[in-house]
């Protein structure tokens, strides 16, 4: 009799652990039901990038002296740079530029140390194809500037919750041209005079 009783004991002990963990589940599945949703319709709303994004890198042609400096910092020796030297001028001649973004870990080396700012990074960041080869982008590709969120036509632009004003929830109901939340670098400097 004592050992059916320590049973009947045992099951109503798991019994009310198993109701305690399905209680709280249910607890952070009902704290979810009353949150907004935070949803991006993707093709149709696209979010705007934060103001230091590292997107595609954009490159300019005329600029290159083809110093080799972004192939020295990239930590993988990335870029391609072929180049000539011309005994008339002295100067290297440059042939051809690429990236292949298919490697690229986007850290942004090459923009910072490129001693003409040829190198620029956009807030481009739809890089998708169906054959990594395509990826390779070559001095024409580089040299073509990405459409931005806040000027394609065909997308509504919303901004990141960090970047809302204070006290904003919701990215579709922001008005035009509003201020994000907390002042920018320029202003911080300004204050601190």
Known sequence: MLKFLKQVSDYTKETVQAAKYIGQGLAVTFDHM??????????????????????????????CISCEVCVRVCPINLPVVDWEFNAETK?????????????????????EYCPTNCLSMTEEYELSTYDRHELNYDSVALGRLPYKVTEDPMVTPLREFAYLPKGVFEPHDLPAGSQRAGLRPEEIVETEK
């Open 34 to 63: 009353q949150r907004r949703p935070v949803t991006v319709q993707y093709p149709y709303e696209k979010l705007i990038p934060s103001e230091r994004f590292r997107g595609r890198i954009h490159f300019e042609f005329d600029k």
């Open 91 to 111: 100067k290297k001649k440059l042939n051809h530029y690429s990236i292949d973004f298919g490697v690229c870990i986007f850290c942004g080396n090459c923009v």
